[in-house]
């Protein structure tokens, strides 16, 4: 692929069609024999006069489609989808048993009910630093170092104040011990384990990557096994729910950036890209509306320097 058509590609991805004409500097351009204007199918010329430094792109109508995992939904003018949950109000309601009589009040009466009220806290813990060259996941324990990481992770969240829910952590044995660690710190808050969360391969990365290649039927099994814990744990507040809440989810680096993505409604494909120490915290927020944000990512600024790890 040429460099020209190569740039052009990517303006359109930025662009997602609504620019008829963009410039990115790159070197200095050939010259183009004294023309001004350099011809196109159809008929059509573009310029092709620019300030040095700058290319000229060709229109976004000539880019290719966009894929289809983020086509806008009709009549929107916004990629996010405000259902992306499944938990908006009419989503939750059988409009065919609207009584004829009440009307337009009912309805409005059983959306209200339906309507969250309250925001949702998630603190995304990846497990502390372990001994990698255990066989067996019940010898994959933590490190003294690793026992100290989750010492300041604890320390870190008891500090914020926060009257906490509940602490729901992976099954695996590196989790399950940095729970046990950060719970100390975190007296009387619930601890629940799930299989769900423990550490997979949740889609196949783009860009792939050249030193993790694992078999194709380990996204096949892992993948809808992570898609699970996303779709069990990371929702709006349930309509019954009054105040808001703080929840803890210890587990793993895979499963943390792959849940990011999916909240964040990104490409799930990119989850690779994001990078996470042990012991460290991510932290999103769901608002009653079903809006999301991430206040940190992998936020590990509470540890010495010579703590930080990413094993």
């Known amino acids: 692929m040429s460099v020209r058509r190569a740039l052009a590609l990517a303006a ?22 004294g023309t001004d204007s350099e011809p196109r199918p159809g008929g059509s010329a573009v310029p092709s006069a620019a300030p040095p430094g700058l290319l000229l792109l060709p229109p976004a109508a000539s880019c290719p489609p966009t894929a289809g995992w983020i086509e806008r939904p009709a009549g929107s003018g916004s990629y996010w989808d405000s259902n992306w949950d499944r938990r908006e109000p009419l989503a939750l309601i059988n409009l065919k048993k609207k009584n004829e009589e009440t009307g337009e009040e009912e309805l409005a009466s059983r959306l209200d009910h339906c309507k969250a009220k309250a925001t949702r806290h998630i603190f995304l813990i990846r497990h502390s630093q372990y001994n990698l060259d255990g066989r067996a996941d019940k010898d994959r324990t933590l490190t003294p170092l690793g026992r100290e990481q989750a010492e300041l992770t604890g320390h870190r969240l008891a500090s914020l104040g926060l009257k906490f829910d509940q602490i729901i952590h992976s099954s695996m044995t590196r989790a399950t011990e940095t729970t046990e660690i950060i719970s100390k710190h975190l007296p009387g808050v619930k601890k629940i384990s799930t299989d769900l969360l423990r550490e997979g391969a949740p889609i196949e990365p783009d860009p792939p990557v050249s030193h993790w290649k694992p078999e194709a039927v380990q996204y096949y099994e892992d993948g809808a096994r992570i898609e699970a814990a996303f779709r069990n744990f990371i929702h709006r507040a349930d309509a019954k729910q009054e105040e808001d809440s703080y929840e803890i989810f210890v587990c793993h680096a895979n499963v943390i950036r792959y849940i990011v993505c999916r909240a964040l409604q990104f490409p799930p494909e990119g989850w690779l890209r994001l990078s996470l120490n042990n012991g460290s915290i991510t932290h999103l927020v769901i608002r009653p509306n079903g809006r999301v944000a ?7 600024g509470f540890m010495p320097p010579d703590k930080i790890t990413r094993t």
Do not use: E, H, I
């Open 294 to 300: 991430l206040r940190t990512l992998g936020d590990t």
């Open 12 to 33: 359109c991805g930025l662009a997602g069609g609504s620019v008829l004409l963009s410039a990115v500097v790159v070197g200095k351009q050939p010259a183009r024999g």
